[in-house]
């Protein structure tokens, strides 16, 4: 048997939301990682790979079985070989950390995916995306170790399923143990091209300019703490997952539906993206809805906070009132994006 660990969850998530434990570990190499997670798999139990915890909503009664915080750090710089270079990182290594450094040793492609809070192990989960970038542009590839298989695989970036807020580690949870991620950048002090036409009226620039990576990185810090996306322990509409829910992808028919003013953006299979958030604010709910602890943040409509001491019942309660509001007013349903853990379902 084993005893719970006092420590509850919410200390260790962004939502501050989770109960303890069965188990909780922390890995500082990837062979105490591996023989955690494989000695949990043959004996059956349960586990929880955890990084920065702004991705996840906990059970308020914990989680049956083994927590592995990933604490796993190293980054190797190499040539590339065509002009760039390549950066394999740990999967316990701070993400903003690494965008600091990439942008510091003249690396583009990740300048606007400042500010967002995590590990580097997490960032293929969901492809991570902020400000006309996804991570997927950057990476060349990922090493994993494959639970269900029992070995270790490195997908090549055209491999790995990358889509919008997805990837096949996150279609197929609990199999794929990201060990490692191989990143590979164009040189240059300036940016990427800006492809975000928000970010690019910040800049006083034009969509497809390139400018200094640091004043990129500024202005878009500047534009998420507006929104209360980088966190911040004294800001309660950063106490979140970050956007609770996706932009839904809706085939043309059902695009037609939407009043004439819904944003439309078309995506390259046909489809065509809708915002979210432009949707919840349609249905009635505005910027710090809800009437306990849990609510809307007052600063971003698609962010659902915890202001004190709300619970995981409470989010998903209001959760579902947004998702169901949202279908019975324009026939489209939205999903999360955070990852519901120990059997949560909205
Ligand atoms: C204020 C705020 C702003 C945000 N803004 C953005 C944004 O702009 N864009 C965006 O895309 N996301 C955003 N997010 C969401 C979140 O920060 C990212 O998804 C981040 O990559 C999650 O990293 P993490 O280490 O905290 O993952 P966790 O929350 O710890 O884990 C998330 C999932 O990944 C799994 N996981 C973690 N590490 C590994 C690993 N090494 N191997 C296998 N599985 C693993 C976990 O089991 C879990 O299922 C935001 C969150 C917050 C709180």
Redesign the pocket.
């Known amino acids: 048997m084993v005893d719970r660990i006092a420590t509850p969850l919410a200390e260790l998530?962004?939502?501050r939301l989770g109960g303890p434990a069965n188990r909780l570990v922390e890995v500082h190499d990837e062979a105490a990682l591996l023989a955690e997670v494989t000695g949990c798999d043959e004996r059956g139990e349960p586990v929880?790979?955890?990084?920065?915890?702004?991705?996840?909503v906990i059970p308020d009664d914990g989680f049956d079985g083994t927590v592995v915080l990933?604490r796993i750090d190293g980054i190797r710089v190499d040539d590339d070989g065509c002009g760039g270079v390549t950066a394999t990182v740990a999967?316990?290594e701070d993400?903003d950390a690494f965008v600091v450094r990439a942008i510091d040793e003249g690396c583009r492609g990740v300048e606007c995916?400042s500010?967002?809070?995590?590990?580097v192990?997490?960032?293929p989960?969901?492809?991570?995306?902020?400000?006309g970038q996804e991570v997927a542009d950057c990476i060349a590839s990922v090493r994993?170790y494959d639970r269900s298989q029992r070995r270790q695989v490195t997908y090549a970036a055209g491999d790995c399923g990358f889509g919008y807020?997805t990837s096949r580690?996150?279609q197929e949870?609990d199999r794929?143990?990201?060990?490692g991620v191989t990143f590979q950048f164009a040189l240059g002090d300036r940016s990427a091209p800006i492809g975000y036409a928000e970010l690019a009226r910040r800049l006083d620039a034009t969509i497809g300019s390139q400018l200094p990576s640091i004043e990129v990185r500024q202005a878009v810090l500047e534009l998420?703490r507006g929104k209360?996306?980088?966190?911040d322990p004294a800001d309660h509409d950063?106490w979140?997952?970050?956007?609770f829910f996706t932009n839904p992808i809706l085939d043309p028919v059902e695009a037609d539906r939407l009043p004439a003013d819904a944003p439309r953006w078309p995506v390259d299979d046909g489809r065509v993206k809708t915002s979210a958030a432009w949707l919840i604010e349609r249905a009635g709910y505005h910027r710090g809805y809800g009437d306990g602890t849990i609510r809307l943040s007052s600063k971003h409509t698609l962010?659902l906070t915890n202001r004190g001491d709300g619970t995981a019942v409470e989010l998903l309660a209001l959760a579902r009132e947004i998702r169901h509001g949202v279908a019975a007013k324009f026939g489209v349903q939205l999903d999360n994006?955070?990852?519901l853990?120990g059997g949560l379902e909205l």
Request: hydrophobic share 45%; glycine share 18%.
């Open positions: 998530t962004t939502l929880l790979v955890l990084g920065g915890g702004s991705n996840v990933i999967p316990g993400w995916l500010g967002i809070p995590g590990l192990g997490a960032v989960m969901q492809n991570v995306g902020a400000y994993t807020r580690f996150k949870p794929h143990l990201i060990l998420r209360g996306m980088v966190l950063t979140s997952a970050g956007s962010a994006e955070p990852v853990v």
